[in-house]
């Protein structure tokens, strides 16, 4: 049993890289689930040479090229395996017929029955053994594969042909020559030495003319005689090949019983004892990128093609007698063992009969613990503890096999562990270190999202912290459109707010200055105004106003003083736009006329002042 | 004819001696007003229109009667400048003087009631050319 | 009996007649009185003739005499005097010889000196030719041995002598003489009277003496004899008592009441008796006569002269006067002192307002208050000052003049009547009173300005002080030269004075429109201004005038109106004292 549980996890480790290529796969495996676990000690290795992948039956997880991971929580797998258990047996009359087409087949290429006659019908049975929907045309393939052999042998066929010709060919033009050589003397040697050396190039020069075509053709023929050789080669090869990618494609994809069925096809076409899996060594490097993808891995399948017969055999009976542990298992009610013997059967022969033929109703009694097995798995995944451990109480009442302390321990650790952080994050939210309290927080929402406690915590934090951000973003918003007025109003909030931001709090402090000092002046204007002192009102105003001056209610307060104070007003408006002027002596005298209506005007006495040192200057 | 001890004033002679009288005292004030005010030819100075525009008069001569209300600065080179007080159409107007150096010793003080005879000068400042007290 | 051919024979030829004064038909109404004071008098009398003008009380022999004499201008009639009309050609004043009842020599003069000065107006000549007129005429009114008696302890007798001599001084030949035997014991009376009568015996010379004693009538070469204003008997003393029917002369006068005055008259009238008096004129006498009327007349002194002679003589009036004279040393020094005293430490330092424009309100306030306070101090004290001192200049100026003219006003008219020209009179009061003034004047002005040290120019201060003083001088003078009496002087001298103060606008501004009026008239204000002109330089002047709304004259419009002031005074005293004012 040990050996075949051997070949079951090879198989599923070709199996779990193949899903990605397989069309009914879900979605690629994404990283390696999270789940650290200790590197299995039984990790093989060399078993039919190279990093075969291993499992590790006391921790259910796999190694495999250095990736570890646990059978079961494979998320497509999971999925695939639900799925499988809410189906339907396939016994139908299709499912039958089509069981009965393989059995045929199968018996027709059998090695005492192998004959051209029986290739045939078998070879015939396959199109529509291709009908039946699961079969996912993998008969259609094979079907082609062995129609493009028997092309590429017609092809060599053609090409004796052809050679056979060239040989004729070539025959006739090595006559030729020897006749144009033998024959190219057209005249007596001149008596000349001199012009006898010419008339003998000349001789040789005709000859070469003579014999050139002829040698040039015969050259031609025998390249192509070569040519067509390597071609014959080559066709035969790369027919060879291309089958056997196909039968490695079916193993990675577990079709067994193709595997065995391509097999026999492949040895009724190449019966010349060569079963040796070219794939990986020579067409590596000049296969077309399709078969790179498709091989990636078939550098560590076995061999030969009769290992694969081998294991392709052994998986199917692995899968056998899974099933009957199973179902013998579920008569216990021993669900936990049931789902995973049968999890494990699946894994390996999902497309056999003995998977596809499970009753419903026995699925559908692992599916439900299956179901919960898979939910706990995701609610450990996303660390709903909550859910986990209500889901583990369930388990335990389904199955009494089930093991509920291992995620129970994960879960009150991650429970604990998460109250821990939670507590260091609360001591520091109270006492204001809000890097560790993100850091607590960050790490108490990590180990478990969604701990209830979590969300009073930062709730009560977040709340404060969402107010303290919506204080800050409502400082920022007005200081922008610089209604300072309305950060003064609410200064309270905003105070709060800056308290932990120095340049916030320096630009607010400045802002309620502003504010202070334009209130300080209003209130300042209106003693002034309530005493009947119109124009030191506005002068007042004024001041504040070089501060701030977009403040509405000092923009209402100076035009409501500078009608109050209008001779006053106008005469300091006077004096100043003369004195930009640099009309000095108007100027002055405006600001004398301003000091006469309102003599406490510091305007008009920093003007007058301003103005006289101007004039006196030498 | 009447005789010796008996001499009358013909009432004639009375007018004819008020008449005369008024005349010379009239004669007087025209020939003496002069000192009264020494700058009674010079045109009288608008403040209104000093304030409305001072550049436009640039150059003009005026006369101006006020009386020093505060002092606004000096300088060894340009010499004083002070604020007058002109009354003109009911109102009082303050106007600048800058007295130059060439009355440096003259001892100004508020309250005193001075006539000037200024010049808008370049900068529409008064300058003072003449002054003195009224 | 010879002398009446000689009459006879004469009287037929107009141009000349041996009369020297005849009256035709003289009359004079006063609009007061109902009657005319003098109706129909027809006189004739001769030279060297003796002739008295008696009658009752009231009957108009003094008013005759006066009219004779041209004091009272007659309404009808004619005045001839030596053939020519009075109306026409007055007397010259040599001629003319007055002689009031109330003898008008001043008192604190000795006789000798009344004489001299009496002569000196009247007629040139050098002090020795003066000396020996004196010398004449003392001799002739027998007053040699009081040469040197002051004329105020004479006595009655002694009086009229002396007011007889200084009408002799210019030896004229119309002497009038209104009772100046009245009133005198019995003795005088009889001396004066044979005076008179000697007098009389010069050829040429009429005298007429105006009396209501009838005891010395056989003294008289004729007496004319009035009854309320008429002619009731011109002739020979010696045809009175038959004339009237009465067996002595003293019954003449109840007799008169018998009848009406007009019917004495037309009595008289219709009875032209002899002349009755006897021409006791001698050939020589009427070669003298004939030759009297080519006699060469002695001039009147020039105008120099006689301003020289009037100035002399009231500088020894002065002098006499002790209390005048007191009382003026004593305004002199006094009134300066008692300006002083109200700044004798001086005057106070002013305090000047910071200047700084951004001094702030409230500083500038109080230091505007401080020297509002200040200013009515100081400023006040300055122009009260110089008020006080105008006010005492012009009361000193009225206290020189007011009474220089009215107080010598019959002496005025006397000389007057014997030549002295008004203007030169004028001038001799004026040159007195100018050394007054200028001693007045500038001591105030020094003293004050030592003591309280007042800045300012001193010519300039002093000026107008001069002025003011002689201005007010003068204006007194007029007002002097206008009264009626003393009093009248003194009183209107006293409200010119007396509403300079309050019309300078010193103490009050006048209302404008006012102000310019009265202004001009009021010698104080300009005074006051030109004054305080001169401390335009200083502070103080900046003060008075922060204090007064009262405009402030300019020095030379100051000077100017005060020299019209005093050309004012200086003209209507002229005319006063030209108008004659007889009492």
């Known amino acids: ?618 | 004819m009447p005789r010796r001890a008996h001499q009358q004033t013909s009432p004639s002679l009375w007018l004819v001696a008020a008449i005369v009288l008024i005349v010379l005292a009239g004669a007087g004030a025209f020939f003496f007003q002069k000192e009264n005010n020494p700058y009674r030819t010079v045109e009288i100075l608008k403040p209104s229109d000093y304030l409305e525009n001072a550049n436009s008069l640039r150059g003009n001569t005026y006369q101006v009667e006020g009386v020093i209300s505060s002092s606004l600065g000096s300088s060894p080179e340009k010499g004083r400048l002070f604020s007058l007080r002109i009354s003109y159409a009911d109102k009082e107007w303050p106007l600048p003087i800058l007295v130059p150096r060439d009355y440096r010793e003259l001892n100004l003080q508020k309250g005193q009631r001075y006539r000037l005879k200024v010049r808008v000068n370049d900068g529409g400042l008064l300058e003072a050319e003449e002054m003195s007290k009224s | 009996m010879f002398w009446s051919f000689f009459r006879v024979a004469f009287a037929a030829h107009r141009g000349f007649s041996w009369d020297v004064l005849s009256l035709e038909s003289v009359e004079l109404t006063v609009p007061s009185a109902e009657a005319p004071l003098l109706s129909g008098i027809t006189l004739h009398l001769p030279g060297g003739h003796f002739g008295a003008i008696v009658g009752p009380s009231g009957c108009g022999k003094s008013t005759l005499l006066k009219t004779i004499a041209g004091i009272l201008p007659h309404t009808s009639g004619t005045i001839r005097w030596r053939g020519r009309n009075l109306d026409e050609i007055d007397l010259d004043p040599h001629e003319l010889g007055y002689v009031p009842q109330f003898t008008c020599a001043q008192p604190r003069l000795t006789v000798g000196e009344n004489l001299t000065y009496a002569a000196r107006l009247r007629r040139d000549g050098d002090a020795g030719v003066i000396r020996a007129e004196v010398d004449r005429v003392e001799e002739e009114a027998g007053l040699t041995h009081l040469h040197d008696r002051r004329a105020g302890v004479l006595s009655g007798g002694q009086l009229r002598r002396l007011g007889l001599a200084m009408e002799l001084t210019t030896n004229p030949s119309l002497l009038l003489a209104d009772e100046v035997t009245s009133g005198l014991d019995p003795k005088s009376e009889e001396e004066i009277t044979a005076l008179l009568a000697s007098l009389a015996r010069q050829p040429g010379r009429l005298i007429l003496l105006v009396t209501h004693s009838l005891r010395f009538l056989d003294q008289y070469d004729s007496v004319t004899v009035l009854t309320e204003g008429r002619l009731a008997y011109g002739a020979h003393p010696g045809g009175l008592t038959s004339y009237f029917n009465v067996p002595t002369p003293e019954e003449v006068y109840p007799v008169l009441g018998d009848r009406t005055a007009s019917a004495w008259a037309e009595e008289w009238i219709s009875s032209p008796a002899e002349l009755g008096f006897e021409i006791e004129a001698t050939v020589d006498d009427l070669a003298s006569e004939l030759t009297t009327q080519e006699e060469p007349k002695t001039s009147v002194p020039g105008f120099l002269s006689q301003a020289l002679t009037w100035f002399s003589r009231r500088i020894k009036l002065f002098a006499r006067d002790h209390a005048q004279v007191f009382l003026q040393l004593a305004l002199l020094l006094v009134f300066p002192v008692v300006v002083t005293l109200f700044a004798y430490q001086g005057l106070p330092a002013v305090r000047n307002m910071t200047m700084n424009p951004d001094t702030d309100v409230v500083q500038q306030l109080r230091e505007s208050l401080a020297f509002t306070v200040q200013s009515s101090r100081i400023g006040t004290l300055v122009s009260g000052l110089a008020m006080f001192q105008v006010i005492l200049l012009a009361l000193m100026g009225s206290n020189n003049s007011a009474r220089e003219v009215v107080g010598e006003r019959v002496i005025l008219e006397k000389e007057k009547l014997a030549g002295l020209r008004p203007g030169a009179a004028l001038a001799g009061m004026a040159a007195f009173l100018s050394l007054l003034v200028l001693v007045q004047s500038a001591w105030m002005t020094l003293f004050v300005r030592a003591v309280c040290q007042f800045p300012g120019d001193l010519g300039g201060q002093f000026l107008p002080f001069l002025l003011l003083t002689a201005a007010m001088t003068s204006l007194c003078l007029a007002i002097s030269s206008w009264a009626a009496t003393s009093e009248q002087a003194s009183l209107g001298s006293l409200y010119l004075v007396g509403f300079q103060l309050p019309l300078s606008g010193a103490i009050l501004a006048l209302p404008d429109f006012l102000g310019w009026i009265i202004r001009p008239v009021i010698s104080a204000y300009w005074a006051w201004s030109g004054y305080l002109q001169t401390l335009k330089d200083t502070r103080f002047y900046d003060l008075v005038r922060a204090i007064t709304e009262t405009p402030l004259a300019n020095g030379q419009m100051a000077t100017w109106i005060l020299t019209l002031h005093l050309g004012l005074g200086l003209f209507l005293a002229y005319l006063g004292i030209r108008r004659s004012d007889w009492r």
Request: aromatic fraction near 8%; charged fraction near 25%.
């Open chain 1, 1 to 618: 049993m040990s050996s075949g549980l051997i070949l079951s996890v090879v198989l599923v480790s070709c199996v779990g890289s193949a899903w990605a290529q397989s069309p009914d796969a879900m979605s690629p495996p994404a990283s390696p689930p999270p789940t650290p676990a200790a590197a299995p000690a039984q990790a093989q290795k060399g078993f039919l040479g190279g990093d075969m992948p291993a499992l590790d039956p006391g921790s259910e997880v796999m190694t495999w090229d250095g990736k570890i991971w646990n059978i079961q929580d494979q998320r497509v797998f999971r999925a695939r395996f639900e799925k499988y258990l809410n189906a339907e047996e396939e016994s139908g009359a299709e499912a039958k017929k089509y069981r009965d087409q393989f059995k045929e087949m199968l018996d027709l290429l059998s090695p005492a029955k192998m004959s051209k006659e029986n290739f045939r019908k078998a070879w015939a049975i396959l199109p529509s053994a291709s009908s039946y929907e699961p079969d996912a045309e993998l008969c259609n393939s094979l079907d082609d594969a062995i129609f493009g052999v028997l092309l590429a042998q017609q092809e060599v066929t053609k090409i004796d042909d052809q050679n056979r010709s060239l040989a004729k060919r070539k025959d006739t033009l090595e006559w030729n020559s020897r006749f144009a050589a033998d024959s190219s003397l057209l005249g007596p040697a001149p008596k000349n030495p001199a012009t006898a050396e010419q008339w003998n190039r000349e001789q040789n020069l005709k000859r070469d003319m003579k014999m050139q075509p002829l040698l040039s053709e015969l050259g031609e023929v025998n390249a192509s005689i070569a040519g067509n050789r390597v071609k014959k080669e080559a066709l035969r090869l790369q027919a060879k090949i291309e089958f056997q990618v196909l039968i490695a494609q079916l193993f990675l994809q577990r079709r067994f019983e193709h595997v065995l069925l391509a097999n026999r096809f492949y040895r009724a076409l190449f019966g010349d004892g060569d079963n040796q899996l070219r794939v990986a060594d020579d067409y590596a490097a000049n296969q077309s990128a399709k078969n790179k993808e498709s091989f990636g891995d078939l550098a560590k399948l076995p061999k030969t093609l009769g290992q694969l017969d081998a294991l392709a055999n052994e998986a199917i009976r692995d899968v056998k007698e899974g099933v009957e542990s199973f179902s013998f298992l579920l008569e216990k009610s021993e669900l936990k063992s049931a789902a995973e013997r049968l999890s494990e059967a699946f894994a390996v022969g999902e497309y056999l009969p003995q998977i596809r033929l499970l009753p419903r109703t026995q699925k559908r009694e692992v599916l439900e613990f299956t179901r919960k097995s898979n939910q706990l798995l995701s609610a450990l995944e996303v660390k709903d503890y909550e859910r986990a451990g209500t889901l583990v109480k369930e388990l335990e009442t389904m199955s009494r096999d089930f093991d509920s302390a291992k995620p129970m321990a994960a879960i009150e650790t991650a429970r604990t562990v998460s109250a821990l952080h939670l507590a260091k994050a609360r001591a520091a939210a109270t006492s204001g270190d809000r890097a560790t309290l993100e850091t607590e927080l960050r790490t108490a929402t990590e180990i478990w999202p969604r701990n209830p406690a979590l969300a009073e915590v930062s709730g009560a934090i977040f709340t404060q912290t969402d107010v303290q951000q919506q204080a800050l973003n409502d400082f920022e918003r007005l200081h922008a459109q610089r209604n300072y007025r309305q950060i003064f109003e609410d200064k309270v909030r905003f105070i709060a707010a800056t308290a932990l931001h120095p340049d916030k709090q320096e630009k607010l402090k400045q802002v309620l200055d502003q504010v202070q000092h334009a209130e300080a002046a209003l209130l300042r204007a209106a003693e002034l105004a309530k005493r009947g002192d119109a124009a030191g009102a506005w002068e007042s105003v004024e001041r504040g106003f070089s501060g701030y001056p977009d403040d509405p209610k000092l923009n209402q307060a100076r035009a409501e003083f500078t009608t109050q104070a209008a001779e006053f007003v106008r005469s300091i408006r006077t004096a100043q736009e003369m004195e930009r002027k640099q009309q000095l002596g108007s100027s002055l005298a405006w600001y004398l006329r301003a000091q006469q209506d309102y003599p406490n005007s510091e305007v008009a006495q920093d003007g007058i002042a301003r103005l006289a040192s101007q004039i006196l200057a030498p």
